[in-house]
Nanobody, 117 residues
Framework: EVKFEESGGASVQTGGSLRLSCLASGFRFHERAMEWHRRSSGAECELVASINVDGTTYYPDSAKGRFTISRDYDANKVYLQMNSLETDDTAVYYC???????????WGQGTQVTVSS
């Protein structure tokens, strides 16, 4: 059974930092790409960072330069370091495992990040 234990969500002020963690189990972690998505209230889900099996990363413009995704293959964990947080970063953040070129995708339950001015 695929499972995710997400943590690190909190309430912070603008300019602050948070580090989200996701412990994954139930699949071959070293064979799957990992991503972080977020959903703000009333908005569609948005990809904020991805990391492939080979360690290559992708960030949309909204996250570039502020967010950093990383993964620990020994611990089956993926992280999202978020700096210079803005009120627009307020959302539920989801850990996602996926297989490139395949429909295999699993989502975590999400962790709330709230940024206030």
């Amino acid at each position: 059974e695929v499972k995710f234990e997400e943590s690190g969500g909190a309430s912070v002020q603008t300019g602050g930092s948070l580090r989200l963690s996701c412990l994954a189990s139930g699949f071959r972690f070293h064979e799957r790409a990992m991503e972080w998505h977020r959903r703000s209230s009333g908005a569609e889900c948005e990809l904020v960072a991805s990391i492939n099996v080979d360690g290559t990363t992708y960030y949309p413009d909204s996250a570039k330069g502020r967010f950093t995704i990383s993964r620990d293959y020994d611990a089956n964990k993926v992280y999202l370091q978020m700096n210079s947080l803005e009120t627009d970063d307020t959302a539920v953040y989801y850990c996602v495992a996926c297989q490139r070129g395949d429909s295999w995708t699993y989502w975590g339950q999400g962790t709330q990040v709230t940024v206030s001015s």
